[in-house]
């Protein structure tokens, strides 16, 4: 097939040339011509000749020209795996590149399905097809023939997360059974409920990052009795004197996974974005009135969707920043309190997926403060790298006195840390799964 090349002049003297654009980016017709030959990269604005899009090296700051990209995957556990809510298209995450790219459906095998659908929390794969994305997404390539031979990419339907026993029926703090929310568990402290957390995985805990000393306890709607497993890791994204209520999420790696106490929720699609008034469910032990107690029986409420402005008007003070969502009734009267913190806010999508942390607040109920959440889709690259971390260190800072345990660069630093609960004296940490 005839190229671009041999019916057009050249532009400039050595088309593989990697140009610097210090002015206005070009007119139109001369962007076009330009579109057929290189990519353009935004920040800062330059051109990269095609032949280099999707060859593993990243030319523009930004990554556009890895992005997306379909490749090969490497035996063994992706460091981070995601699918689209519209055609369950399969990405990974390049660990030499930092970028997400589709997958390319050649030789691409059972084992690397189950592989990415554990990453994303799921115990097993129902079913895996190919895709021939055309179009691609905008700034997305398919690699040459040499790299995919069919230009087919995968598409990866995984099943059992977000699957709960029973359906919940009833409204506004009223009890629950774990069958319904199977992925529940309780964080403890000398047997003492202190926050909620989501199963994510056979051995990873969603929760946030503000509540610890624990103990944690699954597969039960009653705050008491229960067996115990052991907890390998905390892992805590790093809090900044510039915003102090962000990055409130952590992760508790289990030294054993859950099979039979708990089952975990779905992680949400990385490119769905709720719009207010999406219902919305949160569930927990925390107090069931301001000023009131812990309840022994697992509480569940559903809640809706709040517009982010209006949410940060007068009571929040803009400290509603874009990594949070805030749920609540307009009226009032249902929310998370002390001792829900930790908790998801769950979506039900076809499948549950946690949107979103209790992580701060004013009061409880009140129709001009709602309950403000962690959004856990801003944060999902976070999760991939906490993961790909845990495979990479084998020792366990748990029990050390070593506040801050380096472990990789992350657009979100990463600690590895003893937390001791604010109202509790320092002490040694005793970390244990009970369910």
């Known amino acids: 097939m005839a190229t671009a090349q041999q019916t057009q002049p050249q532009l400039f003297a050595d088309p593989a040339q990697e ?35 999707c060859d593993g090296h990243l030319d523009c700051l930004q990554g556009e020209d890895e992005a997306n990209c379909p490749q090969w995957v490497p035996e063994g556990p992706p460091a981070g795996a995601r699918v689209s809510k519209d055609r369950s298209i399969l990405q990974v995450l390049n660990s030499h590149t930092g970028a997400w790219s589709c997958v390319c459906h050649d030789l691409f095998t059972p084992a690397l399905a189950r592989a990415a659908c554990e990453q994303m929390g799921y115990s097993r794969y ?6 021939f994305t055309s179009p691609l997404p905008e700034n997305s390539f398919l690699p040459s023939c040499r790299k995919c031979l069919s230009g087919l990419v995968v598409s990866l339907f995984c099943s059992n997360c977000g699957q709960s026993v029973r359906t919940p029926r009833v409204l506004g703090g009223s009890p629950a059974a774990i069958e319904a929310w199977p992925w529940q568990v309780s964080l403890q402290y000398r047997k003492e409920h202190i926050c909620g957390g989501s199963i994510i995985g056979p051995g990873w805990v969603l929760t946030a990052a503000h509540c610890f000393n624990w103990r944690v306890k699954a597969g039960s709607d009653l705050l008491s009795g229960a067996a115990t497993l052991a907890v390998e890791k905390v892992f805590l994204a790093e809090v900044t004197p510039a915003s102090p209520k962000d990055n409130d999420i952590a992760l508790v790696k289990l030294h054993s996974p859950v099979h039979d106490s708990g089952e975990p929720i779905c992680l949400p699609y990385f490119d769905e974005e709720l719009v207010p008034g999406t219902p919305l469910w949160v569930i927990g032990w925390g107090y069931t009135e301001e000023h009131g107690k812990l309840s022994e029986r697992l509480q569940q409420a ?14 929040y003070h803009g ?18 309190c002390q ?9 039900s999508g076809g499948r549950w997926q946690v949107v979103g ?3 701060w607040g004013q009061g409880c109920g009140t129709p001009s403060t709602p309950g ?5 889709r801003a944060y999902l690259d976070w999760i991939s790298t906490v993961r790909r971390v845990s495979l990479l260190t084998a020792h366990s800072c748990c029990t050390e006195r070593n506040d801050d345990c380096a472990l ?5 630093p990463i600690k590895e840390k003893d937390l001791f609960f604010h109202t509790q004296p320092p002490e040694p940490l005793s970390c244990f799964l009970t369910g």
């Open 126 to 131: 129902r079913a895996v097809s190919s895709c």
């Open 319 to 336: 400290d509603v920043t874009e990594r949070m969502l805030c749920a609540g009734l307009p009226q009032g009267g249902v929310d998370t």
């Open 357 to 359: 942390i209790v992580s």
């Open 19 to 53: 140009l610097e654009l210090c002015t206005e980016p070009p007119l139109p017709a001369v962007k076009i011509y330009l579109g057929y030959h290189y990519l353009f990269c935004k920040q800062p604005l330059k051109l990269v000749p095609l032949k280099r899009v």
């Open 408 to 412: 990789e660069r992350s657009p979100i």
């Open 372 to 376: 403000v959440y962690t959004s856990v």
């Open 302 to 315: 559903e809640v809706e969707l709040i517009d982010k402005q209006s949410c940060n008007l007068a009571a």
């Open 339 to 347: 001792g829900d913190s930790g908790g998801p806010l769950l979506y």
